[in-house]
């Protein structure tokens, strides 16, 4: 869904690092490097995230919603529209 503003566990802010991990991470997925780390793991270290309760908040978010604004009726009735 959305990435939600605050760790569930801490309370840390991280709502905020959301777009500039996504962005690190296409940066770091796209160089061809021989180390060992992880992009994943390259990006959530410069953003600052030691603790392993706001890494896992970044690493695990799945964002649905534009898959779930497809289910609108306003999206289905678009939907039809074209079908016909």
Same mark, same amino acid.
């Given at each position: #869904? ?46 600052? /995230? ?6 896992? #908040? /970044? ?8 898959? /779930? ?16």
């Amino acid at each position: #869904m959305i990435i939600p503003v605050r760790c569930f566990t801490c309370g840390k802010v991280i709502g905020s690092l959301y777009e500039k991990y996504l962005k690190l991470l296409g940066e770091y997925g796209a160089e061809e490097s021989g180390s060992s780390e992880t992009p994943a793991k390259r990006a959530l270290d410069e953003l600052g /995230l030691t603790r392993y309760c706001c890494r896992r #908040m /970044l690493l695990t978010h799945v964002d649905l919603i534009d898959d /779930l604004l497809l289910y609108t009726p306003k999206a289905r009735q678009a939907r039809a529209a074209e079908q016909k």
